[in-house]
């Protein structure tokens, strides 16, 4: 409904009229009751009638008429209450003209027309017997003009008697045409938002795609035929009001619909092109292309959300069959050798990034042609259907199980860290075989020989490596069937090495022997020292050098020693700051690196508390580092968790980010105060412009979250320079120092500024 629109004021302080005064208030009361006629679904005609009566009131000599001008020639009587009827029917639909009376000289000239006397007066030439047969003596007429200056009709105020207008019934005429117009306009508006109304809904319900709109809490306010089709409603009045919790959909894709409107709404932002699943009126599963839009208002406000979607669900059935043709084994339904390919492919470029291992294991079935010599193709049809079904549950979700031909499998590990994950899982293969499989009324027992690839070790592309499992795997027939060989035979020695590493790794903290090392983080712009990074080492017996992290947390994540480590590494760091406290030295911030595992501890601020205590440091005095792929976690938790510690007092950055996988929405809603770019994307950077973008990207994102940047590895002045010109706030690197023990880091604290 459209808002009534303030009637014209009246000039104050009142406006007199042959009969006396009457009160300014009292008159704008009841022009605003005429308006209010309007705004209850009241015809024009009766808004103009209530206004002439009004002005008969004030005027009680006069009669009063209203004339729409139509079609721009002739006036169209559209309000009046005291006119004789059959003088209005007469005079009906004159054209307007210099002759056509008060009313049609004054829409032909656009001015006011005051005719004291019709009898005498040109412009009455051809009606003045009309109006002399009804006793009408006098007219001024008025144009109603519209704000462009078009005439949307007159105002006409008639008398039995011959008299000119006082000054104060002029007034009020002005006033009269003010509030005449804005009825007119009022009408006009409506007229035209009806017709735009009903355009817009003839064309919303001819375009094949469902448009929806909803207010602020996704309620809905209106939508097109095709939409209440698939809701199963008949009316449009039945939608309105209803979110998608009261329409016929399962509760959770109603939470992600909700979901997807909040996002938008608060965001500011449209969500574009995206797919998402549902169902049809008849309960089958149905796929849909959908955008949505913020609902904004004509001050710029969101009022809601606008959403479209189209039904793709033939083409999606479409693309699902050829898929399936193109790149899944008829007989399996599992992977084949094209899709196998290209899964590896892409495990390998990750694993390269990331530098982690891609295990490929190479399963040939034993005695399989025994089934296919005795029972025929159609039981070994039968028996490799089986042997599909156990293989698949014997993997993880994440990993690939594909059918190469023949008997011949293709199992892809994309994430592995170690040889002994291949170890686990070909030892889950062959339990998973081991039991007689029935096949048409007989048992047959088979086996499996699996040759082991790994990734960089063995091959750096998805055809050495299978070339080369493949090879194991022949070596696994001849040596002993039913059991599984590595590529190459010294690859054995780092599977046993792993299990002589965790023990000595449980020991280790026992033993003492753990140190930390740090390294300097220093402000660009003033060459200030702004932090330290702890970075453990192992003193293991035995061993020459010290050995670096990547040579043992790996592992001791794995065997979920980390919690203990990590909690080791903290209450060191914290004891040294400490020390160097007490020893008079300036106190910066030391950041440690937590696992993933200790990340989602909810005993984590307890801890952190009872370290900061036993310490006695502030909570500024430590700063925790979680790696990007902590984002994807459960993101309530850890926003609770992270703004637990921020009300402690400690600060969490992102470590290494840009690697690895993370979500930058849930980026955006945690309370993170640093980004650490990893240091793989500094290396090359003269000869790597996709480095160079992705480091400014990096930088760009950190600054627009209100984030501290610190770029890790750097080395050469040439990154330095380079990372000066984007305007990162901080380094760290071999530029500044490498890793020091804290005899030498003291060095640092009492000399803490860099000269660049």
């Known amino acids: 409904m459209l808002h009534p629109l303030q009637p014209f004021p009246l000039s104050p302080p009142s406006i007199a009229h042959p009969h006396g005064s009457r009160d300014l208030k009292v008159r704008l009361e009841e022009i605003a009751q005429v308006f209010s006629l309007v705004g209850t679904g009241r015809s024009l005609r009766e808004a103009l009638d209530e206004l002439c009566r009004l002005i008969e009131r004030w005027m009680p000599d006069a009669y009063c008429s209203i004339l729409l001008l139509e079609e721009g020639r002739w006036l169209r009587h559209s309000g009046s209450v005291r006119l004789p009827a059959e003088y209005i029917r007469q005079v009906d639909g004159l054209e307007i003209g210099p002759e056509a009376g008060s ?3 004054a829409a032909w000239q656009k001015r006011q027309i005051i005719v004291s006397d019709i009898d005498t007066h040109p412009y009455w030439r051809s009606t003045r017997d009309i109006a002399r047969c009804f006793g009408l003596a006098a007219c001024w007429s008025t144009p109603i003009l519209s704000d462009d200056q078009s005439v949307l009709g007159t105002f006409a105020v008639y008398y039995r008697e011959k008299r000119e207008p006082t000054e104060a019934e002029l007034n009020l005429i002005d006033q009269v045409i003010g509030t005449a117009r804005l009825l ?38 209106g939508a097109n035929q095709l939409f209440l089709q698939d809701a199963r409603l008949a009316r449009l009045d039945d939608l309105r009001g209803k ?17 997807d409107d ?3 709404m608060e965001s500011g932002q449209a969500k574009l092109d995206f797919e998402e699943s549902g169902r049809h009126a008849d309960d089958s599963e149905a796929w849909f292309h959908t955008s949505k839009a913020p609902l904004i208002d004509a001050n710029g406000h969101i009022v809601g959300v606008l959403g479209a979607y189209a039904d793709i669900t033939a083409q999606k059935q479409a693309e699902a069959q050829i898929r399936q043709l193109a790149y899944y084994d008829t007989l399996t339904g599992l992977p084949n050798r094209r899709l196998l390919l290209d899964r590896l492919d892409q495990a390998l470029a990750v694993a390269n990034r990331a530098g982690h291992k891609v295990i490929v294991l190479f399963v040939d079935l034993d ?44 199992v892809v590990l994309p994430d592995a860290r170690h040889g002994r994950d291949a170890v686990r899982v070909a030892n889950l293969i062959q339990q998973a075989l081991a039991r007689p499989l029935p096949i048409m ?9 699996i040759g082991i690839s790994i990734f960089p070790d063995d091959g750096h592309d998805a055809e050495t490596l299978i070339k080369n499992a493949d090879t194991a795997m022949y070596r696994a027939k001849e040596n002993d069937r039913d059991g599984y060989q590595f590529y190459t035979s010294d690859l054995n020695a780092p599977v046993l090495a792993a299990l002589e590493t965790e023990t000595a790794l449980r020991g280790a903290l026992e033993r003492n022997e753990l140190l930390l090392y740090y390294q300097p983080r220093v402000e660009l712009t003033s060459g200030r020292l702004i932090g330290l990074e702890a970075l453990v080492r192992w003193q293991r017996p035995g061993f020459p050098d010290l050995l670096p992290p990547a040579e043992f947390i790996p592992l001791a994540e794995d065997r979920r020693l980390i919690g203990q480590l990590d909690e080791w590494v903290l209450r060191a760091a914290c004891r040294q700051n400490r020390a160097w406290r007490q020893a008079g030295l300036p106190v910066v911030p030391i950041a440690v690196n937590l696992s993933a595992r200790q990340i989602s501890t909810r005993a984590l601020p307890a801890t952190i508390a009872a370290i900061l205590a036993e310490t ?51 980026l ?36 627009a979250l209100g984030m501290t940047v610190v770029a890790k590895g750097v080395e050469t002045a040439e990154q330095l320079a380079f990372l000066q010109a984007l305007q990162c706030d901080g380094i760290q690197g071999f530029l500044t120092s490498k890793p020091a023990p804290a005899v030498e880091a003291m060095q640092w604290l009492r000399q803490p500024t860099w000269h660049f």
């Open 243 to 259: 979110t998608d919790f009261d329409l016929p959909l399962d509760p959770a894709t109603a939470a992600r619909h909700h979901d």
């Open 184 to 221: 007119l306009e009022l009408h006009r508006a409506e007229v035209e938002l009806r017709q735009s109304r009903q355009m817009l809904h003839t064309i919303l319900d001819s375009v094949p795609v469902r448009i929806f709109w909803k207010d602020r809490e996704s309620r809905y306010l």
């Open 441 to 449: 009324g007989h048992e047959f027992r088979l086996g499996t020989s």
């Open 103 to 105: 009313c049609g000289a």
């Open 616 to 666: 006695e440091l502030e909570p500024g005095d430590l700063e925790l580092e979680m790696r990007g792929e902590t984002l994807l976690a459960d993101t309530g938790f850890l926003r609770r968790l992270l703004q637990n510690l921020r009300a402690q007092g400690v600060r969490c950055g992102i470590d290494d980010f840009g690697t690895g996988s993370f979500n930058l929405r849930r």
């Open 262 to 264: 909040r996002a938008v």
């Open 668 to 703: 955006r809603d945690l309370p993170v105060h640093q980004l650490s770019i990893d240091r793989s994307f500094l290396q090359n950077l003269t000869q790597d412009a996709d480095n160079r973008v992705i480091i400014g990207t990096l930088i760009d994102l950190g600054r």
């Open 367 to 410: 005695r399989f042609k025994r089934i296919n010599d005795s029972l025929g193709h159609a039981a070994g049809d039968a028996c490799l259907q089986q042997v599909a079904h156990l293989l698949s549950a014997a993997v993880r979700q994440e990993d690939t199980i594909g059918r190469l031909g023949g008997d011949e499998f293709l």
